[in-house]
């Protein structure tokens, strides 16, 4: 690292601000002010930093914005070549299309000097994001909507991604279709192929299934001439809400290109599932399932998608590599252990799976928590965990001890759980301490046998519904029957 490099790391606010008034400056200002720099824990293929800023614009008026500065990540990478100044120029190409709100970009800078990578600053815009760990589906402000509230969050949602893929691809977004020859699927597609190649050694989790969701991609790739505007990132957890419901501001364009509109329908859907059937929850009450999706997709203006199969095994190919690669920044960083980071990639290769199961006609199977896995990760042991005295199992069930130890029966994501419910605390340990693949079968009270088929089917498939309740500290799992 340069000296200067060193410096902007070391002093952030000072090299901001310094930075801010050159700007300023420049524009025809005076007496830039910066104030305190906070940055939210999230995030991690680039750095956010919240600062309130004022100084006097080039007619003697005094202005004052609450910024964002958002800065490459240079110590990492998700993807091939991150790069956050074309983020910021397709914001603001995008910048008063009808339907696509986008925060205003004031300033970008490539100079690598002022905080050790390249930045964008954009005027903040607040609102409320349904989160992503926990799930929105399970916890968060999203709970406490009204089932007709959600429908029309949901459906706002859906009418700006319609309204993004109207939206033509030529004057300031031409840049977005990068010069080469086939159709922009065929391009996109050869983009995957290489960065499958990329993070070679980053795929460790069910190589198996990825490598054959790659090739069927490649093999069976739909005549689909269509080129618009894609988002790349299509989902509720980048829409900041206001407090109507109406759409603040689409963000996250890191991965902004062209192609058919499928590719970002799929990556909706998959996302969706990715936060809520993957992880054994249901759907809060108004939120549309997948074919409700699609058909509100459809009723609101969107171009037909026929080949919605093959976009979702699109999208879960691009989520397994992605977080493929966050499993190893989150352990080389110490952010968190091996067994806890590839809860994710295990997640996402599973609906890889589900997805060649549909294309190829076989019967959906249940979720499995884990295909093969190489490299350094092992599946944990079984832990012994305390019963929660504030969340007993539901009247008529009782927890199947198994072990003589007394530690609660491995069932290894059973199926069904015959019945009831219970809490696993952890007290002050960690998520990540005990891994939310340690499960319990809950069978009928009053002594006797467990069904054989039960038992049977409590052994090999999954099934037991998990949910973060404390994001803060990941310090409880719940357990419940689906």
């Known amino acids: 690292m340069t000296a200067e490099k060193a410096a902007g790391a070391s002093d952030p606010r000072g090299a901001l601000t310094a930075w801010l008034a050159r700007r300023v400056d420049v524009d025809g200002g005076s007496d830039a002010e910066l104030g305190e720099l906070t940055s939210p824990n999230a995030g991690y293929s680039g750095k956010t930093l919240f600062a309130r800023a004022s100084w006097t614009d080039a007619r003697g008026a005094r202005q004052a914005e609450e910024l964002v500065f958002r800065v490459q990540q240079s110590d990492h990478q998700l993807f091939v070549a991150p790069d956050a100044l074309r983020q910021a120029r397709t914001m603001r190409a995008l910048a008063g299309t009808p339907g696509v709100p986008v925060p205003r970009i004031l300033y970008t800078e490539a100079d690598e000097s002022v905080l050790g990578a ?39 949602g859906l009418g700006a991604l319609v309204a993004l893929h109207r939206a033509p691809v030529g004057g300031d977004l031409q840049f977005l279709a990068e010069p080469a020859t086939g159709t922009a699927l065929e391009r ?53 809400f206001a407090d109507d419901l109406s759409v603040g501001a689409l963000f996250d364009w890191e991965t902004a290109t062209t192609g058919p509109p499928g590719i970002d329908l799929g990556w909706w859907l998959m996302f969706e599932r990715f936060l809520c059937e993957a992880q054994g929850l249901t759907r809060l009450e108004g939120v549309p399932d997948r074919e409700r999706t699609l058909a509100r997709y459809a009723a609101l203006g969107g171009a037909p998608v026929p080949d919605i199969d093959y976009y979702e095994l699109v999208a879960g190919v691009v989520m397994t590599l992605i977080s493929s690669r966050l499993a190893d920044v989150l352990v080389q960083s110490g952010r968190a252990p091996e067994k806890f980071a590839s ?96 499960v319990v079968l809950i069978v009928p009270a009053g002594g006797g046998a467990v069904d054989p088929e039960r038992r049977r089917r409590a052994d090999s498939g999954p099934s037991i519904r998990r949910q973060l309740v404390a994001p803060a500290s990941l310090n409880s799992m719940i357990l419940s029957q689906s």
């Open 118 to 156: 390249p930045f964008y600053v954009m005027v903040r815009v607040h609102g409320r994001v349904p989160g992503d760990v926990p799930s929105w589906h399970a916890t968060g402000w999203t709970v406490a909507l009204t089932p007709d509230q959600r429908t029309r969050l949901y459906d706002n």
């Open 188 to 240: 996109y597609l050869a983009r995957l192929e290489g960065w499958y190649e990329w993070c070679g050694p980053s795929r460790r989790f069910d190589p198996d299934t990825l490598a054959e969701g790659v090739r069927h991609l490649l093999d069976h790739r739909p005549e689909d001439p269509a080129e618009g505007v894609v988002w790349g990132d299509a989902r509720p957890g980048n829409i900041s």
């Open 343 to 438: 809860i994710f990639p295990l997640r996402a290769v599973g609906l890889v799976r589900e997805s060649l199961d549909r294309l190829r006609g076989r019967p959906a199977l249940p979720p499995r928590p884990a295909g093969p896995v190489t490299g350094p990760f092992r599946p944990p042991a079984p832990l012994a965990l305390p019963w929660s005295r504030r969340c007993p199992p539901r009247r008529g069930a009782r927890a199947d001890r198994g072990a003589r130890d007394g530690s609660l029966r491995r069932a290894g994501w059973p199926r069904r759980s015959p019945a009831g419910c219970c809490r696993v605390r952890t007290s002050d340990r960690p998520l990540h301490a005990v891994l939310a693949r340690t």
